[in-house]
């Protein structure tokens, strides 16, 4: 193209004709300049309208993620509020059963049904709030789409806070529990506490357990503080998940309102 009109330019010096009025080779040069001008214009705002667009489906993409997230947050503040429930109903009864309940200090012990120590030493809830929708953007790579920095860190961190509820989850199954349960397997009558979930069996012939009397062995008492101890940091890392996905709920509810 450049050797093209420097052929032009050599001949009208050459011949004079640059200047030349009406001069037809001044006309077309004229013409092709504003030819190239318009299609170099033409080409910006293609590209222009090109990136326009691409940002808009981007945005409309990420808007779908935040909403799937919003609703997966949702599910899992349910099962996280759930999750804490039941471990606080589990530090009830071990404290129940444990006698060192210090609101009733000055009373006398109860008691302890079937029921409430077989909750107390057979409960153990190892699940965790689900992020699904998290996951599968990991796995898909579409995690850049969401612009906002503060979301992205706050994800690092709830991810962070359930590594830390998951390990701590696996240490009370796999190395406490198994010592708690041969307590049900040589300390005690079972078949008692097997009567909740199956009404039919008799119970007349079957000695009964002295939970009391049970608790003031040193190493059973000591297991069952061990679980009691457990359990609480359960509930704080519980709790600290619980928070994160609070947090990150207000974050992108802020977000999908601010579009």
């Known amino acids: 193209m450049l050797r093209f009109f420097g052929k032009i330019r050599k001949r009208l010096l050459t011949k004079n004709l640059w200047n030349a009025p009406g001069s037809p080779v001044a006309k077309y040069l004229l013409y092709a300049l504003g030819e190239i001008v318009l299609v170099?214009?033409?080409?910006?705002?293609?590209?222009?309208?090109?990136?326009?667009?691409?940002?808009?489906?981007?945005r409309?993409?990420?808007?779908?993620?935040?909403?799937?997230?919003?609703?997966?947050?949702?599910?899992?503040?349910?099962?996280?509020?759930?999750?804490?429930?039941?471990?606080?109903?589990?530090?009830?009864r071990l404290i129940r059963i444990l006698g060192i309940d210090a609101k009733s200090s000055h009373s006398p012990i109860p008691p302890i049904p079937d029921s409430i120590f077989k909750s107390a030493v057979w409960d153990l809830q190892s699940d965790q709030p689900?992020?699904?929708?998290?996951?599968?953007?990991?796995?898909?790579?579409?995690?850049?789409?969401?612009?906002?920095?503060?979301l992205n860190e706050r994800f690092t961190d709830l991810e962070f806070h359930q590594n830390k509820l998951n390990d701590i989850l696996?240490?009370?199954?796999?190395?406490?529990?198994?010592?708690?349960?041969?307590i049900l397997e040589n300390d005690i009558n079972f078949i008692p506490l097997v009567k909740a979930n199956i009404r039919e069996i008799d119970l007349s012939n079957e000695p009964s357990n002295n939970y009391r009397l049970l608790v003031e062995n040193t190493r059973i008492r000591n297991l069952l503080g061990m679980k009691l101890a457990f359990t609480q940091d359960v509930l704080n890392l519980r709790a600290n998940l619980d928070e994160e996905i609070e947090k990150l709920s207000t974050l992108i509810a802020a977000e999908l309102q601010g579009d």
Do not use: P
């Open 40 to 58: 170099v214009i033409g080409i910006l705002i293609a590209l222009q309208i090109n990136t326009w667009n691409e940002n808009r489906k981007n």
């Open 130 to 150: 689900t992020f699904n929708a998290y996951a599968n953007l990991k796995n898909t790579n579409k995690l850049s789409l969401i612009k906002n920095k503060q």
């Open 60 to 92: 409309i993409e990420e808007r779908t993620i935040l909403q799937s997230l919003a609703e997966n947050l949702s599910v899992a503040k349910r099962q996280s509020e759930r999750f804490i429930a039941e471990e606080d109903t589990l530090k009830s």
């Open 170 to 182: 696996e240490d009370r199954l796999s190395v406490h529990q198994i010592r708690i349960d041969d």
